[in-house]
């Protein structure tokens, strides 16, 4: 929240110097003209602005051959001051746009602008080309266009709709001219100029906005009335949008239902259908749909003409059934004499469902089969969705017991018995049960969840997850439909026994339950045959169910599974984790550096940063170290990492004299920054002095070149020159390291073929003739005549992650090779976001290279990441890589994006009109993987409005995307979302609210009907401000609720009060995330009944817990019980 706003919100004042308000020239002008008359002059009106604010000069001038269309907006403004700016968004011959904006403080009338002169000069005489145009601007049609010739240069028809939007200005411009390229954006990509919105749209024929007839229908009325005939309203369609009709009849003997929609739809255009769903001459039932666009009001039907005709006399037969339509209930049915050939009462519910339509009608009556299928089958009737439902005694919401619980209790409290409260379901769902019980030495802990669920039924089963004398688990679950109130579970009795007593064994473990931390639990003796120790955590997670529950205790066994794989119990999601300490995320040294230093300067010390690692990964030191005489390079990696643990190891890759390679590798988790490697001491000595031999070598280590490397002798026994690239890569490390020094072989092997050190991977080249001796000759590349054994298998996975997360790739079997073959493993990641595709193979190959590692990145982030490995090597199993880390640690880490951070929130009125600022925010580096987001959210209410907003870093997986969410439409209470996402630095940079507002549809006139509603939003649980006002035509009922929302950098719950089209506790049509705002909503008194709760008290609910429980009574409301 901003610092502006706290102070209001605490209730403060601050008293701040007065600002004086401007006036300003003021009024708005939209023209046709032809070009011979400009340049145009005008004089404006005058206008009184808000304190602070400042005036403005907006104009677009568009030239189209003969003709010049021109718009202007002049007056008050909150935008900051800049100098007068021309631009030219589209240069001539042929259409041309340029515009002129001006926003200014320094004195009143400033805003000065009087004719076209800065923006208009005489056009020069063009020459004409072998393209002719028609050259319109209207607001009505350009079907009477004349058609010029284009200038040289224009080989295209421009055809589209600008649409204009401003205060006092809402034009839809048709144009048509020449252009110099085929594509719709004659304004250039331009979105606002000034105070005018601008947007166009193309086709063959321009854009036209519908006028379709509007209303809404559902009646009963006796056979003898129709045919019924209606008179509607109309309703003004988005662009592209069509008319539609949808209508349903049902006869049922002496009764009809009729069901009726008619407005706006995006469907596709289709001929009148008239459908028979059901034939006979007990219940049938008729539809009538059609999709239009050829004209205003083409959704033209008035009556039930079409889909009724006057029923033939049927002959009785033997069945009697009640006959009903009703939206209440059918208990005083009529019982009618079915028609012949109808041997089955039909009892059943149809729910019929659209805009402004939420009916559901009971229905009895006469048919010829025993189904519930009155529709045949049909879900949807044009803009209608229908579905039915049907039991012995019509369609009914259970009622369930409903309550959580999670209690430790001493083993001789048990068994435990408990009352709870009641809850309304959804149509269809049932009721359960679901109940878990851990018994631990002296300690118990229960945890229930009782409610409604979409679960399937089964019956009561008791499920024994783990059983012993120590730590044992149990669970109850149930799902019932028959009977409200069938989740009857109100003991543990059902699920525990009295233990017997038990022989004490050898083993001593702490024993403890605990949401906080056990560092205080008990020992006690274990029972014989229990000779583990078992710490770990539980979660738990289910409706008002969040408990990370630290366990310990005695098992029979050293493993992690005390809930012997189980994953759902119920209601209940369950998971564990398991180390020493419990489960703790650890914060690891972290860094990576590489450097060529003296030998004379060692041992070195280093000092690093931190690093806060996932749970359950560990921390890495990873250090290679290389002496060539007098020079040391030294490459080190600190952070964390997914390996096992292991003690340090230290590792002689190849001793010296000469060239020689020492490294040392550890990781654990026993401890926060347990990787203290701070120095060379463990791997580096100060070696023996050496006896010099005969051969001389140049001595180099480079990322450049060693064209300058000095040459030394090389000391007795190194016979040979080294000449190589040595390519290392890990995070932060990606280095090509070119090796020259004195080594006792000729071979390109200088690191044993080793590919991992740690976190580093590793791998080397050398020149393709050998490696070079003082002699000018070259050693051959040494190849044995024996065929090689290497591994051989393939690899194929799709999964999340794979970029982030290194695959197992060694436990394949070996193969004995061709002569003349080597050994060659190959790995190929393609990376789309949600998924990767990782594919691998190893085996032989008669490739002519025979000792090199490649890297390749085809494709680089931002979009599809393509990479690969390949290696070939001579030597016996050489392709022995472990895992894909030797992709991974070589790809590109992408840099940290940054994004504009903060929030805003504004209470006041019209801010579905007024767009407030938006982009006085500082920018925050993101973590990686995080994206820039922007949301807000607006609710009105017609006196005030709500406007909430955030920007900030986000980890969702849509990195580009903008979704513009109408979740509540007026004529009621109107709510209303834009979220963006982006990948780019600063892309969160709308500058106003008017990235949502230019989206609503604009309301009509408002008319006064003829209920009465509160109308408030505001902070806090209730609504203490709220005025009365007269509900628009359509609406049928009060809303009164809350809206908690959170996240984005704001937690705040708001109360709402306003008119709605239809009964519904959810103003945004039960959506739970919006952008980055998470969002719960509920009816007024739900949201006092929680706060009662957080205060400590106990509400009416809660007493029967008091009743059943004795000293566990406050865990239904909310407060710890230890």
């Known amino acids: 929240m901003s610092f502006i706003l706290l102070p209001a919100l605490l209730g403060l004042t601050l008293m701040l110097p007065p600002m004086e308000a401007l006036t300003c020239q003021a009024g708005i002008w939209e023209t046709v003209r032809k070009t011979s008359e400009m340049p145009l002059s005008w004089t404006a009106e005058e206008e009184s602005c808000k304190d602070g604010w400042g005036c403005q000069d907006s104009l677009m001038l568009i030239e189209n051959g003969p003709e010049v269309f021109l718009v202007l907006s002049k007056g008050c403004t909150q935008k900051e001051d800049h100098e007068a700016r021309i631009t030219q968004h589209r240069e001539g011959p042929g259409l041309s746009v340029v515009s002129y904006t001006h926003v200014c403080r320094h004195k009143n009338l400033c805003n000065d602008l009087s004719s076209t002169s800065p923006v208009w000069t005489l056009p020069t005489s063009a020459v004409p080309g072998s393209v002719r145009c028609p050259v319109c601007f209207s607001e009505e049609g350009c079907n009477s266009a004349t058609e010029l010739t284009c200038p040289v240069g224009n080989t295209h028809c421009y055809n589209g709709v600008l649409k204009l939007r401003g205060v006092g200005i809402h034009t839809n411009l048709k144009v048509q001219g020449c252009m110099s390229q085929a594509a719709c954006n004659l304004l250039n990509e331009t979105q606002e100029i000034g105070a005018l919105s601008v947007r166009e749209k193309c086709d063959s024929d321009g854009v036209k906005a519908l006028t379709c007839e509007f209303g809404r229908l559902t009646i009963v009325r006796k056979a003898s009335e129709l045919p019924v005939r209606w008179t509607v309203g109309q309703e003004s369609c988005k662009d592209g949008w069509g008319c539609q009709d949808s209508l349903m009849l049902i006869e049922n003997g002496p009764q009809v239902f009729l069901a009726l929609s008619k407005g706006c739809t995006q469907k596709k255009d289709h001929e009148a259908r008239i459908t028979q769903h059901r034939e006979g001459s007990g219940l049938s039932v008729v539809s009538y749909t059609r999709v239009c666009r050829h004209k205003n009001f083409c959704n033209d039907l008035t009556s039930t003409d079409p889909v009724w005709t006057l029923p033939t006399s049927a002959v009785p037969g033997s069945v009697q059934c009640p006959v009903c339509f009703s939206e209440e209930s059918c208990e005083s049915a009529t019982e009618l004499t079915c028609p012949i050939g109808h041997t089955h009462c039909y009892n059943g519910t149809l729910q019929l469902r659209g805009v402004g339509i939420f009916t559901d009608l009971k229905v009895q009556g006469c048919m010829s089969q025993a189904a519930c299928n009155l529709l045949n089958d049909t879900q949807e009737i044009g803009a209608l969705s229908v579905s039915e439902k049907c039991d012995s005694d019509g369609v009914q919401a259970l009622t ?203 041992p070195l010390r280093w000092t690093f940063d931190e690093e806060t690692c996932k749970e359950g990964w560990g921390c890495q030191d990873s250090l290679m170290l290389i002496e060539n005489g007098p020079e040391v390079f030294l490459a080190l990696s600190k952070g964390c990492t997914q390996k096992e643990d292991h003690e340090a190891r230290i590792t002689q890759h190849r001793k010296g004299p000469g060239l020689s390679v020492v490294s040392y590798t550890r990781v654990c988790r026993h401890k926060n920054f347990c990787n203290d490697l701070s120095s060379t001491r463990p791997v580096w000595t100060l070696p023996p002095s050496a006896v010099p031999g005969s051969v001389r070598c140049p001595v180099c280590f480079s990322e450049e070149g060693c064209k300058s490397a000095t040459e030394l002798t090389c000391p007795v026994g190194n016979t040979h020159c080294y000449n190589g690239v040595l390519q290392l890569r890990g995070v932060g490390i990606l280095t090509d390291l070119k090796v020259q020094g004195c080594m006792s072989q000729a071979a390109c092997n200088l690191l044993n073929d080793t590919q991992e050190i740690g976190a580093l991977s590793v791998s080397e080249k050398c020149d393709s003739v050998g490696v070079p001796r003082r002699d000018g000759k070259a050693v051959p590349n040494l190849q044995s005549s024996a065929p090689l054994t290497c591994q051989k298998g393939i690899m194929l996975q799709i999964k999340e992650n794979l970029t982030q997360n290194p695959l197992p790739w060694d436990t394949f079997p070996t193969v004995t090779c061709d002569l003349k073959e080597v050994c060659q493993e190959t790995l190929l990641l393609i990376d789309l976001g949600p998924k990767s595709l990782m594919v691998g193979s190893k085996g032989c190959s008669k490739t002519e290279t025979q000792n090199s590692t490649t890297i390749s990145i085809h494709s680089e982030p931002p979009g599809v990441l393509v990479a690969s490995y390949a290696h070939f090597c001579s030597s016996d199993g050489c392709n022995r890589a472990t895992s894909s880390s030797v992709l991974l640690n070589s790809l590109p880490r992408p840099a940290p994006l940054t994004c504009q951070k903060g929030i805003m929130l504004q209470i006041k009125e019209n801010l579905t009109q007024n767009p407030l600022p938006w982009d006085t925010f500082p920018t925050v580096t993101c973590d990686l993987k995080e994206v820039c987001q922007e949301t807000l959210l607006l609710i009105d209410v017609g006196p005030k409005s709500l406007m909430v907003g955030s920007k900030g870093c986000s980890k969702t997986e849509t990195q580009n995307s903008t979704t513009i969410s109408i979740h509540s439409e007026p004529p009621g209470v109107l709510v209303a979302s834009y979220a963006h996402f982006c990948s780019s630095d600063g892309c969160n940079r709308a500058t106003s609210s008017s990235v949502l507002l230019n989206s609503l549809p604009r309301p009509a006139a408002p008319v006064p009907g003829g209920l009465q509603c509160p109308a408030c939003v505001q902070f806090g649980v209730s609504c203490s401000n709220s005025v009365n006002i007269m509900c628009p035509p359509g609406t049928t009922h009060c809303y009164n609720g809350y809206l908690n929302l959170k996240g984005g950098g704001l937690s705040s719950i708001f109360s709402i009060q306003g008119c709605m089209v239809q009964p519904s506790s959810s103003l945004l049509n039960h959506t739970k995330n919006i952008g980055q705002f998470i969002a719960s909503e509920g009816p007024e008194n739900e949201e006092k009944e929680d706060k009662i709760r957080q205060s400590g008290a106990v509400p009416v609910c809660c007493l029967a817990w008091v009743v059943g429980l004795g000293i566990s009574l406050a865990l239904w409301c909310g407060i710890t019980s230890h």
């Not at 009561?460 to 997850?465: C, E």
């Not at 009857?488 to 949401?515: A, I, Q, Y």
């Open 400 to 602: 369930c017991q409903a309550g959580t619980l999670r209690a430790v209790r001493k083993t001789s409290e048990l068994p435990l018995e408990w009352t709870t409260g009641e809850e309304f379901c959804k149509d269809g769902w049932g009721c359960q049960d679901s109940l878990m019980l851990i018994e631990n030495g002296p300690q118990v802990f229960l945890t229930f969840i009782k409610g409604c669920t979409q679960k399937e039924d089964h019956e009561a089963r008791v499920t024994q997850h783990r059983e012993g004398s120590g730590l044992s688990v149990v669970s109850y679950t149930r799902v019932c439909r028959h009977k409200n109130l069938c989740n009857d579970l109100s003991t543990s009795l059902p699920v525990w026994t009295l233990p017997t007593s038990e022989v004490p064994g050898s083993v001593r473990c702490p024993v403890c339950f605990s949401e906080e931390g056990c560092k205080s639990a008990t020992e006690l003796t274990c029972p014989i045959g229990h000779t583990h120790c078992y710490n770990g955590v539980l979660q738990l997670r289910g409706v008002g169910t969040f408990t990370d529950l630290k366990v310990q205790g005695c098992m029979s066994q050293a493993a992690c599974n005390l809930l012997n794989d189980t994953q759902e119990i119920g209601a209940l999601s369950v998971s564990e984790k398991c180390d020493s300490d419990g489960v703790q995320a650890l914060t690891c040294h972290s860094g990576s550096f590489s450097t060529v230093r003296n030998a004379s300067e060692l």
